[in-house]
């Protein structure tokens, strides 16, 4: 079930560093939002404080509020493993587990979740290559390892792996800066479809794709090295690249800037 994520005065920090200050952002369930932003403004850092993951690193923190739904996941109480289980994520390259097949990559989140029946393991893979457009590339060849399958296919495996666990929200953090331009049209085609169950939040770099995918856009900035990212407009993507509010933004996405 695809849920509403808020982020209330959200500051990220590495050590001593405040990498981000005060974001808040609220985005609607089945949408597709895109953080853009110049290098070094926070756009990863934010999106990986938003499954809990930022704080893996040591020293690295959070602070502020940042709910999904009701529930804030930064809560003392809260389970992270079940948060990041909850909040699925996508990288830049694709990473499949290099050793497996294809099905038991599909499959492998459910695993860790205790599903052991065959059956329903079958059909949870099938349902995800399907909806990661990726089964009739595929279905002939599950026990083949992941790691076989070209740049393009691997991604959406990685799509698949994420939404098999029927996640509440889809992070991507550039998803297609590795790919070639067929398959990048063919992962952002898919993200307009899996829109229709999941929230999904996605990092680029490429202003056209934020333009094609997304129905709301963030955009991010820094005053000068050292500064902390802040959030400068967030609006519906054909304003933002229309009509933007602030003139930094409109700096941005005209080139002037960044
Ligand atoms: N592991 C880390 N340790 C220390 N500082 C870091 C670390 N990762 C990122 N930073 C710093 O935090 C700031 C924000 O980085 P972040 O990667 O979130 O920006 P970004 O907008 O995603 O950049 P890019 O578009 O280049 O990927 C930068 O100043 C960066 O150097």
Known sequence: MAKRVEAENVT?????FKAIENINLAVEPKSVTALIGPSGCGKSTFLRSINRMHEVLPNARVEGRLTIDDQNIYDRDVDVTAV????GMVFQRP?????MSIFDNVVAGLKLNGVRKKSVLADAAERA???AN???EVKDRLDKPGAGLSGGQQQRLCIARTIAVEPQVV?????CSALDPISTLAIEDLMFRLKDEFTIIIVTHNMQQAARV???????????????GRLIEYD?????????????TEDYITGRFG
């Not at 990220?12 to 001593?16: E, K, M, P, R, V």
């Not at 990473?95 to 050793?99: K, L």
């Not at 519906?236 to 930094?248: G, L, M």
Request: proline fraction near 9%; charge should be positive; glycine fraction near 4%.
């Open 134 to 136: 990726l089964w009739d």
């Open 12 to 16: 990220a920090y590495y050590g001593s």
């Open 95 to 99: 990473n499949p587990f290099p050793t």
């Open 84 to 87: 990041r289980r909850t909040i």
């Open 129 to 131: 290559l399907r909806s």
């Open 236 to 248: 519906n993507t054909q304003k933002i690249f229309s009509n933007p509010s602030q003139k930094k």
């Open 214 to 228: 997304s129905d709301r856009t963030a955009f991010f900035s820094i005053d000068k090295t050292g500064d902390p």
């Open 171 to 175: 992070l991507m953090d550039e998803p």
